[in-house]
């Protein structure tokens, strides 16, 4: 039996899927997240030689410091994203060419989100 609760933490209101199992079951599934637009464009964006850039936290992206087409180095801020009240900034894991972005300022990520992708 499943069941939906909402959650409010500070302004933001959650819903959250509950699943009640019994220990005859033997395991526990953890659904796994919703394919949104953005992770969806990813899969062939990597499957095109690219590298995935994914978020490693959640939080608010504050800013997106590069463009399509742009040449990055490795170290270079991509995007700074905003987690508890700190500034992360996410940088570029090797020398390339950002050949896809899939967050604009104002989104919110999850961890393991796609942000960019570098050629």
């Given amino acids: 039996m499943i069941k939906i609760y909402k959650i409010k933490i500070g302004e933001k209101v959650y819903e959250v899927e509950v699943e009640a199992v019994s220990e005859k079951e033997g395991k526990i599934e953890v659904n796994k997240p919703v ?20 978020a490693p ?7 997106v410091e590069v463009t399509v ?8 801020n991509l995007v700074i994203i905003e987690a508890m009240k700190m500034e992360n900034p996410i940088v ?12 604009a ?15």
């Fill in 57 to 63: 936290l959640q939080g608010l992206v504050l800013s």
């Fill in 92 to 103: 570029a894991p090797k020398d390339g060419i950002i050949q896809s972005i899939n967050v």
């Fill in 35 to 54: 394919q949104t637009k953005e992770n969806s464009s990813v899969a062939s964006s990597s499957s095109a030689g690219g590298e995935v850039v994914t």
């Fill in 69 to 76: 087409g742009q040449k990055v180095k490795a170290g270079e």
């Fill in 105 to 119: 300022k104002g989104d919110t990520v999850e961890t393991g989100s796609a942000l960019v992708t570098i050629e």
